[in-house]
């Protein structure tokens, strides 16, 4: 299969074929007795997070929460919305109670005039948060004081989004007390734990809500302490017109500017490290356009992926979560730096795709949302499946992947033998945002918008004056225009948020806004 891209971006020099092997042959990233039990906590935003944990309490997996030693937290989280919200409390029966704990928040829609209140008050929050945060005497509101705020059901704006969650949390409502409770349940558990927060990543409650929650919760409630690991659902040919606003584009780019390592370090350069990756597990993206093309049906791909995610999430203890997470970690770390306690750095290839199927869909594996070409050092596939069937369906996956991503050994697909929740799982790791299919028409999209309308769709870094996919004002080839026309900005090519090939390299830049 041919590694061409078409998109001009070069993936470096791949890992040696050692690696791979210790991974494929050797089972490196197999739990040994020395690790583990592990236990589970989920966070879900929006409609996709909260159909992530309705699925799990309601397929719960053999053996949950059996152990005496077991834990299991959830928050599910909305915006003015609760028919998703109730659907996680109806499937939240008959847990223990001193090892289980499912709770929901619906932040209320305020009114603009409550919204601008708090909004007027950010500069006031951000330094209680972090006294190297620059007070900037420029400093306005991102939305308008007379923005429209949607009603029940209605699609938010990810800076719409991010404003209420904003008001919400920096005055200590709800939201601020659930996260602690969270945490708590998190830190009280006597496993290891493994944090998953799950959004939709075209939708603008979840994808505008998670840049803010993610690092409240992984850098200032747990302390960067347990694996936080971001399960980001993308977006489907089957959704609604309005999903195709251009979102995408500065919602994968956010993520991007977070995780990348290169391209985070040139954030923290100007805004600190209370801005460093919140994802100290790394990231999965759930592709859907497959399972639609299969069922035809939104609903019926939400609840097939919902099912299939959140068994593998949780099934076994989430030994297998586990299991991928080392591996995904053996493949980050430089090769003179091998090491099994050794945290590997992202690149920008730090997009995982997770795709589960039901035994009959095997064939169902057909483009993953990846662009024709691909390549990467691994791929891995788990058949869970009563013996007498899993070398058929192992067979079926090895082929499919094979032609979805080129990589050296060919897929390494695992097999268990069990009568319990048959289905298989399947990682494709590495990926960067210009493999996806659906990052170029989203930038097409988001380059046709006003100023105004590209401004809402942006929800990380607004509140410092910074909108990331627009060229910096003041540092010529640098991304992060200031939404106030002064000098805030990132230390990130602008051509590498477009996903462009650079004019010229830059040899110096400076460090701190001013």
């Known amino acids: ?69 077991s834990r299991f937290t959830a928050l599910a989280v909305d915006i003015g919305h609760d028919a998703d919200l109730a659907k996680v409390r109806d499937a939240a ?106 959004f939709g990543l075209a939708g603008g ?23 936080v690991v971001g399960l980001g659902v993308l977006p489907s040919e089957g959704d609604p017109d309005e999903l195709f606003d251009g979102s995408f584009f500065p919602a994968i780019n956010e993520l991007d500017c977070m995780i990348d390592a290169e391209k985070n370090n040139g954030v923290m350069a100007v805004w600190g490290d209370l801005y460093k990756n919140p994802f100290t597990g790394g990231f999965f993206a759930v592709p859907q356009n497959d399972v639609y093309r299969m069922t035809g049906d939104l609903a019926a791909t939400h609840r097939y992926l919902d099912e299939g995610v959140a068994t593998f999430l949780a099934r076994d203890d989430s030994v297998h979560l586990y299991e991928t997470l080392k591996a995904l970690n053996w493949l980050a770390v430089p090769g003179d730096q091998w090491h099994p306690a050794i945290r590997g750095q992202q690149s920008d290839r730090w997009l995982n795709l997770l795709g589960v199927r039901k035994l009959a869909d095997a064939d169902s594996v057909a483009t993953f949302d990846l662009n024709k070409g691909f390549h990467t050092e691994y791929a891995e596939a788990r058949v869970f499946a009563p013996k007498k069937d899993t070398s058929k369906v192992a067979e079926a996956l090895a082929g499919r992947i094979a032609e979805v991503a080129d990589t050296p050994l060919g897929p390494n697909v ?101």
């Not at 209420?164 to 920096?170: K, S």
């Open 1 to 69: 299969m041919t590694t061409d891209h078409g998109h001009g971006h070069d993936h470096g020099a791949e890992s040696s074929t050692a690696r791979v092997d210790a991974l494929q042959n050797e089972g490196v990233h197999r739990a040994g007795e020395h690790e583990g039990p592990f236990s589970l906590h989920v966070v879900g935003l929006g409609g996709a997070g909260a159909g992530i944990i309705t699925a799990l309490l309601n397929n719960r997996p053999p053996g949950f929460l059996a152990g005496e030693s």
């Open 93 to 198: 029966t008959g847990l223990p109670a001193d090892r289980a704990q499912v709770r929901t928040v619906e932040m209320p829609a305020p009114t603009p005039q409550e919204l601008t209140t708090a909004l007027n008050r950010y500069r006031e929050f951000l330094k209680m948060e972090y006294p190297r945060y620059y007070w900037n005497p420029n400093y306005e509101p991102w939305l308008p004081s007379d923005v429209k705020i949607p009603g029940p059901g209605e699609h938010f704006s990810r800076a719409v989004a991010k404003a209420i969650y904003g008001a919400e949390y920096y005055q200590n409502r709800e939201i601020t007390r659930e996260l602690d409770a969270f945490a708590e349940s998190v830190d009280a558990s006597a496993t290891t734990p493994i944090v998953v927060i799950a």
């Open 205 to 227: 409650v979840g994808s505008g809500v998670v840049v803010e929650l993610a690092r409240h919760l992984s850098t200032i409630k747990l302390g960067r302490r347990p694996w």
């Open 414 to 514: 695992l097999t268990f033998d069990t009568e319990d929740a048959p289905m298989a799982s399947i990682v494709v790791p590495r990926a960067s945002k210009l493999d996806l299919t659906q990052f170029v028409p989203a930038r097409d999209k988001y380059d046709t918008l006003e100023w105004e309308e590209k401004l809402l769709k942006h929800s990380w870094l607004v509140d410092l004056g910074v909108m990331l996919c627009e060229p910096s004002i003041r540092f010529d080839g640098m991304g992060g225009e200031c939404i106030w026309g002064c000098a805030c900005w990132v230390v990130v090519p602008h051509a590498a948020i477009r996903g462009e090939q650079l004019a010229a390299p830059v040899s110096t830049v400076p460090t701190t806004a001013t």
